[in-house]
């Protein structure tokens, strides 16, 4: 009897650091698309994961986008970072709305012995799409922003370690008394990364 079996990608420290902040980086970029920070005609539409995804045409924020990917890939690999926020502000008042909170756990076997990992990449990749399926049906259960919004990122590091000058030192952006959604997970071997979302409740369902 013929038997079927998955086959298993070697997957490195580096490689695996690669997919976390590419991740990152099209998560942040659906985030921004489905809860409407910028306007839809300054998204183009891609397909990534084996699904549709949405990408920021604005010079600036894709600049600041993309740098941040590529400082989470050298976090990452050096195995000081342990959690991602994407936070959602109010333009006026600064009050945080949403908390994008993406934790971070590493194989730290990886780090001390240099081993590598093995996973079939369409795994993975079926992993992540569950996440960013998940990040596009968000609007059917998160507060509609009846205000301009604007959004930060934040990253929680080893204290040890030394921080660009462009990474400001921040305090956490906590949202009081918010309603909390955990999403999929993915993991590569190496990292795992944890999903979830805070936000902020409107004070009239507070009162019922």
């Known amino acids: 009897m013929a038997s079927t079996s998955i086959a298993k990608d070697v997957i490195t420290l580096r490689g695996s650091a690669a997919i976390v902040s590419e991740f990152f980086a099209y998560a942040a970029n659906s985030i921004l698309y489905n809860r409407g920070i910028y306007p839809e005609e300054q998204f ?26 590529s400082q989470l890939a050298e976090w990452l690999e050096s195995g000081k970072l342990q959690r991602i926020v994407l936070v959602i502000m109010s333009k006026a008042s600064s009050e945080v709305l949403e908390r994008w909170n993406f934790n971070v756990v590493m194989d730290d076997e990886v ?24 990040i596009a049906s968000s609007i059917t259960y998160l507060p509609c922003f ?21 990474w400001l030192e921040s305090d956490a952006k906590l949202i009081k008394n918010p309603q909390v959604v955990k999403l999929h997970s993915f993991d590569t071997r190496i990292h795992k990364v944890d999903t979830i979302v805070s936000y902020k409740t409107d004070d009239l369902d507070e009162q019922q």
């Open 146 to 166: 009846d205000e301009q919004c604007i959004f930060d990122v934040l990253a929680y590091t080893d204290r040890d370690l030394s921080v660009p000058i462009t």
């Open 44 to 69: 183009s539409k891609v397909r990534k994961y084996g699904i549709p995804m949405y990408l920021i045409q604005d010079e600036a924020v894709k600049g600041f986008v993309a740098s941040i990917t």
């Open 111 to 134: 780090i001390q012995k240099g081993v590598s990992r093995e996973k079939s990449d369409k795994e993975i990749m079926r992993e992540i799409q569950a996440i960013m399926r998940q």
